[in-house]
């Protein structure tokens, strides 16, 4: 009826309801049942089961199951914590009840449920408690004297306890992803929190407010009519419910229409647009429909003899306020599960902790890299999709049922991998488990830490420029928005001749690393520094060999021979022939290959990754007629004869150089300068070619670029 069937392994036979009134649907299956030898609290929200029972060797515990959208089927208990004494006393906190003493038990709604906890190396105190499925709590940092502490309300993440001597109420949200607001400490009063939103009785007879937890201010204000001042009041979304008293008026306070309508009095509990009392006269469980916006004649939804508890709310029977149904507890010690039958409100999202706009994929003291969480009105099914700055689809996370799409990303690919470095896009979408209604929202986040691009020395995955001028001063030239080169940062104290190599990251912190060819012949491997600083001679690297002064082309297109690693290659002055340099663990290379025999006839030649999209790095070679031609990838480290990509692409041109991806459409692209430095932009296709060239700087006169 609401939510899709929810099943998770074996469950308790689906039997008839016993002391049920209201059938089933003919077309649908028969409500739940859940066996037990006795339990001793419970509730019931977001979908989620709680009660306190005794486990298979005796002891009290606590067990949550989740329960179908139709109520005909409740998933396997799950063990969320102790009851009995530990160790050094401390317990969780039991009221009387029928079956002797019970744990007052208030689920959350989103996976959690609160308890008070006596303490036992603090004798005399006590404090609230959120219990999570990792067995973990929140929000038990504040101590009260002992039998003082009452968990008011609890929706999610906020929270409602009164507390102390004189009595304290503690409003709040307790620690989530990014932030945690500043409580509000108030005098005991009617109150409730939906949301990020708490609702709570004035002084004055009739009179709410609602005041936003962030923020600490009013948001709304409701005159409800009341003829008193409120003493008890329960928000579900739209319907704002409130008592004076258990034998006082009662009536729902229409956020939508600006006005109450009276329901009737007794201990209720309020779900989405209905609301239950405990008719102990009649031994009777009742509903009370109000979802058109009047309260429609209250009808049994279930026989519940009288017991010996005054107030049995929680103790034998309880509402799931989101969206949900009814669960109550019969002689048998048995859990029934009821249909309301009553239609929920559009979905719609009550509160959110957002990620931030940057996400550093290394994390932080271990937390996961970007997290956000999103409250939904009631039990959904949600998609986190995340694109890269070209629109690819990097990661998709699923996730359901519950209410909170709670949503944790470690910056990796649904293939494994880190995603590269740059501004991310994200959408979620959540469709509510009963059909009624969608949630969307999106947003961006820039990533860094990730994965280096081809040709990328800085902390984008845009390709990136190695100028050197002639005072010494080598230049990271970074990418950016537009195709064109804005921030750098310059290491000074380099000689003439320098030359140096773009190449990818040798190690494990995906910041790619910078070979550089002394003057005399040395090759160095500078460790990168992912744009953080520039480079000078004497920072720290590691000499790899000398002779290099033999080659008069250096450049790695990327992994060539399919084994993970970057390569090199290289031509060799004297003789034209090109020779291939496999890395080697550590930085290393091995022991060049010849792959090649004379290609003197290229004024330039340039790494360029792949760009015909087989997964390849390919080469480009400037003949010194202006032609262009590209020499695809063979991955073992060779390259296939030469195609024609230009006639006459351009005989002034000094310096070609493949700069990876430029302007950020997820092609890699090309740089030339011609005599009159001049700067140009060829945009690759992914095709093996490129379009037409765009001016992009002028005044580019390095004694190199790289």
Sequence with gaps: MRRHVFVRGAVAATV??????????????????????GVYGLDFAGGRLVTAERSAAGDLVVFERGVSADAATVGPSAYRTHVGPFANGARIRSVPCDNGACVELVASGHGRFGVVFEDGDDAGTERAQFWGPDRSYAGGDVTYPAGTARIVDLTARAYVVNGGSPAKQRVAMYPSHTSTAAPIVRTPGAASVWGTRLWAATTAAGALTATDLETKKVVENAATGAPCVIKEVRAVGRWVYWNCGSTGAAGVYDRTAKKSFTVPSGPALVGDGYLVRHDRSAGEL??????????????????LPAGKTADQRRLTWAVDKFGGDIVYLDAAQTVHVVPSGVPTQPLAKIASDPGG????VKGIDGLPSWAASWQLSKPVTWTFTVKDWTGRTVRTLKGGPGTEANVEWDGRTDAGGYTGNGTHTWTLKATAEDGAGTYSTSGSVVVDGGRAGFHDQGYYSNGDLVTLNSSGGLTMQFGGPGGVFGSKKTGSGWPAGTVAVPFADTGSDRCSELLVRMPGGELRQYAGHCGRSGYTPNSKHTVLGGGWQQYDVLTSPGDLNRDGRADLVARQKSTGDIYFFA?????????????????RT?????????????????????DRKGGL????????????????????????????VGVGDLNGDGRNDIIERDKAGKLFRNNGNGKGSFGPRTQIATGWTYKGIF
């Design 583 to 599: 890395g080697a663990a550590g930085g290393k290379f091995a022991p060049r290959v010849r792959t090649h025999i004379d290609w």
């Design 629 to 656: 031609w590209r020499h695809n990838g063979l991955g073992n480290g060779r390259f296939a004869p030469r195609v024609k990509v230009f006639s006459d692409w351009g005989s002034s041109y000094t310096t070609l």
């Design 16 to 37: 008839a309801w016993g002391a049920a009134v209201v059938p089933a649907s003919a077309a649908g299956p028969a409500p739940a049942t859940v066996a037990t030898s």
């Design 286 to 303: 009742l509903l009370t429909d109000f979802h058109t916006g009047k309260a429609a004649a209250a009808r049994v939804v279930a026989s």
């Design 602 to 622: 290229y004024a330039q030649i340039t790494g360029v990754g792949d760009i015909t999209g087989d997964g390849i790095p390919d080469l480009l070679g400037h």
């Design 357 to 360: 706009d940057y996400m550093d």
